[in-house]
């Protein structure tokens, strides 16, 4: 069971806008920023976005990320093949026990 | 560029340690945290820990609390990763990642498979 909870799947089809949403907490993203990853099977993880809506360089701006109160969000327009992968959320978490959370993943799927 | 090189794959027996390294290259070691993620066959990322080069200081999830340990060697711009009483439930692809911020891991290591089995 995630701290941060995904939807487990999302699709689309090519040029299409698709969105996923991340919904946690006060003590992670209510008050902290969020991350976005994406990771294709059998590879690392790649950093998507930061800081709720920074995309590191060399991201395509069809890359999006949004936050408001304690749920995030991550857009894709545009979308293509290559899109196809898991997506991760993840922040810190102030509670007790602080320490980095993620969400369960979302497998997005390009029809 | 910067380059993080983990350690080769492990198989261990229940109740073993496995220490898994890191190497960081391309940048200075010391100005960047160093996190531990890992991921079972099929699973989510699960956060374990960090550790500051610079000064030493660690933070450990709680739930590896106790059984984890980071370390490093500043000459050799290496962390060290070490994960003691395993399980078979510790299976998994282990991951080093430079953290600038927190939760913010811009590279990532290519990942270091430990399966635990009798």
Request: proline residues 4%; glycine residues 10%; contains cysteine.
């Given at each position: 069971q995630s701290v941060l909870t995904q939807p487990p799947s999302a699709s689309g089809t090519p040029g299409q806008r698709v969105t996923i949403s991340c919904s946690g907490s006060s003590s992670n993203i209510g008050s902290n920023t969020v991350n976005w990853y994406k990771q294709v099977p059998g590879t690392a993880p790649k950093?998507?976005?930061?800081?709720?809506?920074q995309r590191p360089s060399g991201v395509p701006d069809r890359f999006s990320g949004s936050k408001s109160g304690t749920s995030a969000?991550?857009?894709i327009s545009g979308l293509q093949s290559?899109?196809?992968?898991?997506?991760?959320?993840?922040?810190?978490?102030d509670s007790l026990n602080a320490y980095v959370v993620f969400g369960g993943g979302t497998k997005l799927t390009v029809l | 560029q910067v380059h993080l090189v983990q350690s080769g794959a492990e198989v261990k027996k229940p109740g073993a340690s496995v220490k898994v390294s890191c190497k960081a290259s391309g940048y200075?070691?010391?100005?960047?945290?160093?996190?531990?993620?890992r991921q079972a066959t099929g699973q989510g990322l699960e956060w374990m820990g960090w550790m500051n080069p610079n000064s030493g200081n660690t933070g450990y999830a709680q739930k590896f609390q106790g059984r984890v340990t980071i370390t490093r060697n500043t000459s050799i711009s290496t962390v060290y990763m070490e994960l003691s009483s395993l399980r078979s439930e510790d299976t998994a692809m282990y991951y080093c990642a430079r953290g600038p911020d927190?939760?913010?891991?811009?590279?990532?290591?290519?990942?270091?498979?430990?399966t635990?089995?009798?």
């Amino acid at each position: 069971q995630s701290v941060l909870t995904q939807p487990p799947s999302a699709s689309g089809t090519p040029g299409q806008r698709v969105t996923i949403s991340c919904s946690g907490s006060s003590s992670n993203i209510g008050s902290n920023t969020v991350n976005w990853y994406k990771q294709v099977p059998g590879t690392a993880p790649k950093l998507l976005i930061y800081s709720n809506n920074q995309r590191p360089s060399g991201v395509p701006d069809r890359f999006s990320g949004s936050k408001s109160g304690t749920s995030a969000s991550l857009a894709i327009s545009g979308l293509q093949s290559e899109d196809e992968a898991d997506y991760y959320c993840a922040a810190w978490d102030d509670s007790l026990n602080a320490y980095v959370v993620f969400g369960g993943g979302t497998k997005l799927t390009v029809l | 560029q910067v380059h993080l090189v983990q350690s080769g794959a492990e198989v261990k027996k229940p109740g073993a340690s496995v220490k898994v390294s890191c190497k960081a290259s391309g940048y200075t070691f010391t100005r960047y945290e160093i996190n531990w993620v890992r991921q079972a066959t099929g699973q989510g990322l699960e956060w374990m820990g960090w550790m500051n080069p610079n000064s030493g200081n660690t933070g450990y999830a709680q739930k590896f609390q106790g059984r984890v340990t980071i370390t490093r060697n500043t000459s050799i711009s290496t962390v060290y990763m070490e994960l003691s009483s395993l399980r078979s439930e510790d299976t998994a692809m282990y991951y080093c990642a430079r953290g600038p911020d927190t939760a913010r891991f811009d590279y990532w290591g290519q990942g270091s498979l430990v399966t635990v089995s009798s």
